[in-house]
């Protein structure tokens, strides 16, 4: 019977922690499991809190990964490193194709490079590793230099 209360009290400070978390922002799963873990709780006390939220709809990996992709695409970051990102995350279903990497290639670099066409190989192969280091694929960069 003890041991019973003790879990229980434990599972409702795991809740009003990982509350405190989703206020601040979206957690996925993966992410919170983690961080409760990293607290000291056990997988008997993490998973009935995290049903809890899913249920009640106070977590969502769909709605984590629709703001994880907006705030990384309005950072100018690439499909690439998105992708990796949301599977470490514990994001295994996102769809990315709404999204024009394209546009957002050929506007990062504008940004950071202005209007002006690098003039030799050198100045072209830095623009390029800046855009894959941002997370852009290669058929983007290309698309980015031999449509200027």
Known sequence: MKRTLAIKTSI????HQVLSLL?????SALELTRKL???GYVVEEIEPVLAQLAQNNYQSDERFAEAFVLMRTNQG???VLISQQLKQK???DFDLSTIDFFELAKSVRLKKYGEQLP???KEKAKQQRFLQSRGFGFEQINQVFSCE
Not at 23 to 27: F, I, K, L, P, S
């Open 77 to 79: 970051k690439g499909g």
């Open 12 to 15: 409702n400070q795991a809740y």
């Open 23 to 27: 206020v601040q922002r979206e957690h």
């Open 119 to 121: 003039k030799n190989y």
């Open 90 to 92: 514990g994001i295994e």
């Open 37 to 39: 873990s990293a607290k």
